[in-house]
């Protein structure tokens, strides 16, 4: 059974960071390609950054040159670190394996001065 764990949401300024974790079980991360994707209530969700199991990487243009996302094998783990965060960046961002198309609980995150 697959199970994606995400962690590291919260309330940050205008300006700040934040780093997202996706603790995976059930799945190999190096082996699938894997995303985060992102909902605002009354939108639809967007996937805002993946990395194929070659390591290659993807973005939206909404969050180009401020998010990365990366993963560590060892931990089995991916994460999405978030720099220069905006309000309009406030959403419930999800974990998936785009391969098997799974998706975690969502973990909330708030950009509010």
């Known amino acids: 059974q697959v199970q994606l764990v995400e962690s590291g949401g919260g309330l940050v300024q205008p300006g700040g960071s934040l780093r997202l974790s996706c603790a995976a079980s059930?799945?190999?991360?190096?082996?699938?390609?894997m995303g985060w994707s992102r909902q605002v209530p009354g939108k639809q969700r967007e996937l805002v950054a993946s990395?194929?199991?070659?390591?290659?990487?993807n973005y939206a243009d909404s969050v180009k040159g401020r998010f990365t996302i990366s993963r560590n094998n060892a931990k089995n783990t991916v994460y999405l670190q978030m720099n220069s965060l905006k309000p309009e960046d406030t959403a419930v961002y999800y974990c998936?394996?785009?391969?098997?198309?799974?998706w975690g609980q969502g973990t909330q995150v708030t950009v509010s001065s």
């Open positions: 998936r394996d785009l391969l098997q198309n799974y």
């Open positions: 059930g799945t190999i991360v190096s082996r699938n390609a």
């Open positions: 990395i194929s199991s070659g390591g290659g990487t």
